[in-house]
T-cell receptor
Framework: SQQGEEDPQALSIQEGENATMNCSYK?????LQWYRQNSGRGLVHLIL?????REKHSGRLRVTLDTSKKSSSLLITASRAADTASYFC?????????????FGSGTRLSIRP | GAGVSQSPRYKVAKRGQDVALRCDPI?????LFWYQQALGQGPEFLTY????????KSGLPSDRFFAERPEGSVSTLKIQRTQQEDSAVYLC?????????????FGSGTRLTVV
């Protein structure tokens, strides 16, 4: 079963606009990660945020984490056509230091030119 | 190699046939993971190896699924007596250390279609 739920399930925006995706999870975590998947391809790791961090930046990506609400958000600024993909949040449960990453169901992002 | 390599890229199997999917992780990566991804869904965990030891196989859906990594590098996921519900993309990922510390590097997956 999947731990994370992304919101929205699908998002379509104009090129140049910002895209925000949200993720909620159920159990305590060690860290939370975001991945991108282009159609028919494997997943690409974007960014990792640890449970004691609140915000992290990488290029045009900004991730926030609120452990009290068990939620995270991914912001992509100044979107480009190449950002069209599915985005997944993934959590490493806090009860296990050496176990699997659990993925959410994903947000399908479409960037209109 | 530079990335995680999976073969075959596509596999069509007749129902009841056995299949073997191969994963070649990044050299030196200790951890290896198998995931199953149905169309339009997120990846679902199958099993996890640390070197040659299979530390977690809780996600394997039935005893028809078997995974091995005998020398701590290449791994094979075997599905016996395939069923239509086994149709999915099977993703392999590797990580330098434990999954808590770094992100995974994924292969492009094997798309299995059972007819």
């Amino acid at each position: 079963s999947q731990q994370g739920e992304e919101d929205p399930q699908a998002l379509s925006i104009q090129e140049g606009e910002n895209a925000t995706m949200n993720c909620s999870y159920k159990t305590s975590i060690n860290n939370l990660q975001w991945y991108r998947q282009n159609s028919g391809r494997g997943l690409v790791h974007l960014i990792l945020i640890r449970s004691n961090e609140r915000e992290k930046h990488s290029g045009r990506l900004r991730v926030t984490l609120d452990t009290s609400k068990k939620s995270s958000s991914l912001l992509i600024t100044a979107s480009r056509a190449a950002d069209t993909a599915s985005y997944f949040c993934a959590t490493v449960p806090g009860y296990s230091s050496a176990s699997k990453i659990i993925f959410g169901s994903g947000t399908r992002l479409s960037i209109r030119p | 190699g530079a990335g995680v390599s999976q073969s075959p890229r596509y596999k069509v199997a007749k129902r009841g046939q056995d299949v073997a999917l191969r994963c070649d992780p990044i050299s030196g990566h200790v951890s290896l993971f198998w995931y199953q991804q149905a169309l339009g869904q997120g990846p679902e965990f199958l099993t996890y190896f640390q070197n040659e030891a299979q530390l977690d196989k809780s996600g394997l859906p039935s005893d028809r699924f078997f995974a091995e990594r005998p020398e701590g590098s290449v791994s094979t996921l075997k599905i016996q007596r395939t069923q239509q519900e086994d149709s999915a993309v099977y993703l392999c990922a590797s990580s330098l250390a434990g999954p808590s510390d770094y992100g995974y590097t994924f292969g492009s997956g094997t798309r299995l279609t059972v007819v």
